[in-house]
């Protein structure tokens, strides 16, 4: 790509991390190489499944923890907080000397809010970021300045979810 730009899914609606790795299977199939950081989810997931048999996309888990953050204790947000903080200095550290052509940053929103990462640090990415590099970031409440700064920027609204009526959620659907 010639010059990559910012998106943003967001919002209190289901489909934030779909729409992204829509995406990424989307440009998988033009052979672009896709880099997936997802953050604050452990368990199995259908997309961790599927990205394993494409070869142009690469896929990690910036933690461990399969618990949710309001799950958790104070000892276990503080190790959940070094992952991450490990994480996200080791994709710094090798993007500049990547080739990839996408980034999706799967729930760094959460990340921002629960002061994992500050929101400057996300946005002095962005800003620094390679000019040929796309960049997808999911999560709820995206702070107004990475909002100003991206390109395209979508809200999930809920509607109606199938949880309001005490349906669990399924496997290949929400997880």
């Known amino acids: ?56 996309i690469t896929y990690k888990r910036a933690n461990t923890s399969a618990k949710f953050t309001v799950q958790m204790n104070e000892k276990e947000k503080k190790v959940l907080k070094e992952e991450i903080k490990k994480s996200w200095q080791d994709l710094k550290n090798n993007m500049s000397k990547s080739n990839y052509d996408i980034l999706i940053l799967d729930e760094i929103m959460a ?23 796309e960049v997808v970031m999911t999560g709820r409440n995206a702070p107004q300045k990475l909002i100003e700064r991206a390109d395209y920027v979508t809200e999930m609204k809920l509607i109606k979810h199938p949880f309001t009526q005490n349906i669990k959620a399924r496997k290949g659907i929400e997880f």
């Open 1 to 56: 790509m010639k010059r990559g730009l910012v998106h943003i899914y967001t919002g209190n609606g289901k489909g934030k991390t779909t729409a992204a790795m829509g995406l990424a299977l989307r440009a998988s199939g033009y052979g672009y190489k896709i880099f997936i950081l997802q953050f604050l989810k452990a368990r199995k997931t259908g997309e961790k499944l599927a990205v394993k048999n494409i070869d142009s």
């Open 111 to 133: 990340v921002i809010n629960n002061k994992f990462i500050s929101e400057k640090q996300i946005i002095d990415f962005v800003d620094s970021k390679p000019r040929e590099l």
